[in-house]
């Protein structure tokens, strides 16, 4: 009785929150799956659309764009992720760490800029440091001056860009997970490295790096699947041209923005199931591997 | 504060000032341009391409009504989007921390494979899902296709993992005495809730309140994708249909003001919490990268 009394009162609470779950998370994944089975497209409209099996999924196969897109997609995530969600991360940690307290924290809050500031804003800004002469800032700084070429960086060094704006604002993502990471090596340890004569770069190999391990694994994992499907700031910065097509902005212009209006759903739903595959699997190993040891505690207060 | 001297402490520097430096540049372009007539580089010009060209006529745009209503509507969206996302993720955090209902663990471990889970994916779908909402009377005038409404429920929907997840954390810090001497004392769960618990996590409801309206007034992709009258719809997408129209020429003084305009609520919630906001996004912050 009172069990039951419980299971109910915790249901109540979370209610709202299944509701929303349930039309926006679970519906959505099986309704993904279901659409790619289908041909249904602005042509067919939502009433005359017919089930067609795999044969979107054959045509993704036999796409010309598919190679293309998905040598795209995996140079884009494997580069940013080593070089600057990792990289750069790990770098500003340790540079910002190994500074006096309050110029390391100038340099943290600077990094985490690119983060909060409207993707929109944020992606004008990095468009007109690489725009044309002579308005770009990179022109007028680093090539004017020493009599180099002029260009106009975006369409030039597109998926340079993409990678770094990407990587921007990824990096801070690694660096604050690092730097508490690094915070939390005793100061003994730090010390009497030192102390024994090591110097700060064989501190670094062989005190900080065994001790990130397990944050850098965090890391690469969450941060894979997040550039594998994040697209908004490649569409607002190049929108998908000079071969910067990833997946998931492939399945996002088939299926609900071109110029032509017509709105492949079928194939579009297919191109991003295959995401919402890979998603859910590596999201099932990341809640394998990550913190759900904390999760196991029990609540005590129900045995009074 | 003084520096230590020698090569590693320099190298740290120098490292940092050269990585950092796009930031730093592309932040002063914004505020230099704002107010110049056009720029080359960093340096403001007038018309003939001289030094100076001073001007106050790039805000010329805070004069059409337009951009009020524009704002109301980013506002509106942001307001609702964190009132949102505080009442249901406090009331199932509380629930997942406190309550031994049955289903717990399989809401937990829920509760992070949907925090991972590339929810952009699900677009398309969520499409679909509008324009059902939006055949039911009255609910769909409200929430439906095209609404402020809609966007703001998916945007809710989308954000819940993450303040689901925070809540819990925060719930569950606080000391088991206090509410078991309420619900001894008679308290119902509910009161217990409201009255006991919840002001207990203030610190941790501020900072989800900051990083939900920070989130709700950048939004870009959501609005694009779900209102139709896309471009006037809130200030990302507005900024995004003049950035990239191709009729009228471009005049990035306009542009950056407009920028900084939907950038200073920002940095100044960002200036004022920065502390709290770094805990927020090490426990993972979804979209974007």
Known sequence: MEKEKRNLTGLWFMLPAIILVIVFFFIPVIMTIGISLTDMSSVTGFSAWKWVGFKNYIKIAQHPDSITNFIATLKYVSITLIFFNVGLGLLIAIATNHLKNSIGGFFRAAWLLPRITPPVVYVLMWSMLAADAPYGVINQLFRIPFGLSTTNWVPEYAFLFIVLVNGYIGASFGMIIFSSAIESIPKDIMISSLVDGASYSQRIRHIIIPQLRWPLLFVVTYQTLSLLTSFEYIMILTDGNFSTEVWSLWSYHKALNNYWGNFQYGFGAALAAVLVVVGTLLGIIYMKYFRFDALVQEPKIDEL | ?289
Request: glycine content about 8%.
């Open chain 2, 1 to 289: 504060m003084k520096l230590k001297r020698d090569n590693f402490t320099l190298l740290s520097v120098l490292t940092l000032i050269i990585f950092t430096a796009p930031i730093i540049l592309g932040y002063l372009w914004l505020f230099i341009s704002t107010f110049s007539e056009r720029t080359y580089g960093l340096k403001p010009v007038d018309v003939d391409g001289n030094l100076g060209g001073f001007t106050l006529k790039n805000w010329a745009f805070l004069a059409e009504p337009d951009i009020w209503l524009i704002t109301l509507n980013t506002f509106l969206l942001a307001t609702f989007l964190t009132m949102g996302v505080l009442l249901i993720s406090s009331l199932a955090g509380y629930a997942l921390s406190r309550v031994n209902f049955r289903g717990r663990k399989t809401f937990l471990s829920m509760t992070l494979i949907l925090h991972a889970f590339p929810s952009v994916t699900l677009l398309i779908a969520i499409y679909f899902v509008l324009r059902f909402i939006s055949d039911i009377p009255l609910l769909g005038a409200l929430f439906g296709y095209n609404t402020i409404g809609g966007v703001v429920l998916i945007s809710i929907a989308l954000q819940l993992p993450l303040g689901i997840w925070l809540m819990k954390g925060f719930f569950d810090g606080v000391s088991w005495d206090l509410e078991r001497a309420a619900l001894i004392d008679g308290c119902s769960r509910w009161r217990c809730w409201w009255q006991i618990m919840v002001p207990q996590i203030k610190p941790g409801l501020a900072a989800l309140s900051i990083f939900s309206f920070m989130t709700g007034w950048s939004s870009f992709l959501i609005p694009y994708t779900f209102l139709t009258k896309g471009n006037k719809a809130v200030l990302s997408t507005y900024l995004n249909a003049m950035m990239s129209s191709d009729t009228v020429s471009i005049q990035y003084g306009i542009l950056a003001a407009i920028g900084l305009f939907q950038l200073i609520p920002i940095l100044l919630f960002y200036s004022f919490t920065q502390k709290y906001l770094m805990k927020i996004f090490s426990g993972g912050s979804h979209g974007g990268v």
